[in-house]
């Protein structure tokens, strides 16, 4: 066959709407980096931001950027522990094999990549650290267990599939502004008057739950429609990446090696941990990042053997955790650069000051996702921008529960195109980002519009 031919071949393959993003594919594909130098060159970016729409010299940029580099630090802790407890209890035994079992569910190619972009949303919704680690596990899984069956699985779609299912993690339990919103003395109190915000106002209100329903709706349809299909080039799983998880189980041979190969340390402590937070609930205590953390905690404690397995688990998680950790400074550092430079109050007050009423809340959804980019942590995110559009918020009317999903809906929003929280994903699959960010473009430009009219809906 000549090669125009065959170009006319690839030209006509898939349905209208992967044809379209083809350009996208390709570009991403030649030309964006890891993560590391994404954040490295996102730092001068912001730089150079600063010098032409700010007065700021850059001798005190260069100091904002230092001093922002330790900003946050607790705040990481918990986020540090989110990822790592995440990728615990979906290694653990029960949950590894619900995933065997799930694997086994999708029965052609189409559903393939829709049932692992729901389960890693349901996932995402308990705690994105779980969500994280269960899209990489279950799109590995649906490859190799699909390939024995002979379906052809387009590998890369499935792991963007298991990625997607992120954009609604702050819709969920593990929601780090409306925690943070509910959480007494938070450093969003000055600008909620020494109030609080219960979750049922955000996360647990009607409108933000048919909300997250809509975006699994929407995003699993685009899905569908970007899928391969039938002769379309695929690249499947060509060797199982499935690791054989290390259960940590060693000899026998002192009465200290009895005590780690003994389910009765884990279990006590697990146990103490769910007393604790029925206790801490029944006093009229509130859900807070800290919680979230300790439940999972629980969670893990119940469910693995013995010490040796937990501590086998903990060591193969933190070198998923690390990349990450790496970065978390690099970001602080931006943080502090925004801040310190006021370009995030520059931002911020661009968007607000063609909003009124009824626009706010979706405006400030579009200026959260535009600060996501260069701040992809949602914590971090919400103690510099929160402040600022809850101050807005409050002078036209609009209700704080707005605004405070308003940023969250826009932190998630980006992630789809910003490489930072993949790295879990990606280093389970084995993967880069620009292998699977042609297709999560399509996802942001799906979820976006969900969350933007669900906004403009509740601020009418």
Do not use: C
């Amino acid at each position: 066959m000549s090669s125009s031919n065959t170009d006319t071949k690839e030209h006509k393959e898939g349905t209208a709407l992967s044809r379209a993003m083809r350009p996208v594919n390709h570009v991403v594909e030649r030309f964006i980096p890891s993560s590391l130098v994404f954040s490295i060159l996102l730092t001068f970016i912001v730089v150079v931001l600063a010098l032409l729409l700010t007065e700021t010299a850059p001798g005190d940029l260069i100091v904002h950027w230092g001093d922002g580099l330790a900003g946050l630090l607790d705040f990481i802790t918990q986020m540090a522990l989110i990822l790592l407890l995440g990728h615990i209890l979906a290694n653990t035994g029960p949950v590894r094999a619900a995933l065997g079992f799930l694997g086994n569910v999708p029965r052609t190619e189409l559903m393939a990549y829709v049932f692992v972009f729901v389960v890693a949303a349901l996932a995402s919704l308990i705690t994105w650290g779980l969500g994280l680690v269960v899209g990489g596990l279950l799109a590995r899984e649906v490859a190799y267990q699909g390939k024995a069956r002979g379906l052809r699985l387009h590998f890369p779609m499935l792991v963007a599939s298991g990625f997607a299912g992120f954009v609604v993690w702050h819709m969920g339990y593990s929601a780090s502004g409306p925690l943070t919103a509910a959480t007494p003395d938070s450093f969003l109190a000055e600008s909620l008057n020494g109030q609080t915000i219960p979750i049922s106002e955000t996360v647990f209100s009607g409108w933000n739950m048919l909300a997250a329903a809509a975006t699994i709706l929407v995003v699993g349809l685009a899905l569908f429609l970007i899928a391969p299909r039938k002769g379309d080039k695929i690249d499947e799983l060509e060797v199982d990446l499935r690791e054989t998880v290390d259960d940590g189980q060693e000899d026998i041979v002192t009465p200290a090696d009895k005590l780690d190969a003994s389910r009765i340390a884990t279990l006590l402590v697990g146990l103490l941990l769910v007393t604790y937070l029925v206790l801490h609930f029944s006093r009229g205590g509130t859900l807070t990042l800290d919680t979230v953390n300790w439940s999972f905690l629980a969670l893990i404690m119940l469910l693995v053997r013995n010490p040796f397995e937990l501590i086998a688990l903990t060591k193969n998680a933190a070198s998923n955790v690390g990349e990450i950790l790496l970065q978390f400074p690099l970001y602080a550092g931006i943080l502090g650069l925004m801040v310190g430079s006021g370009l995030v109050q520059i931002f911020s007050d661009a968007f607000v000051s063609i909003s009124n009423p009824v626009t706010f809340g979706m405006l400030a959804f579009l200026a959260a996702g535009l600060v996501n980019f260069f701040v992809p942590s949602g914590g971090g995110q919400f103690a510099v921008q929160g402040p600022i559009m809850l101050s807005a918020g409050a002078e036209l009317g609009v209700d704080p529960e707005i605004t405070i999903m308003a940023v969250s809906y826009g932190d998630q929003w980006t992630n789809m195109i910003q490489p930072f929280w993949a790295i879990p994903l990606l280093a389970i699959a084995g993967l880069k980002m620009r292998d699977i960010l042609g297709y999560t473009t399509v996802v942001l430009i799906a979820s976006g519009l969900v969350f933007a009219a669900t906004l403009l809906l509740v601020s009418i």
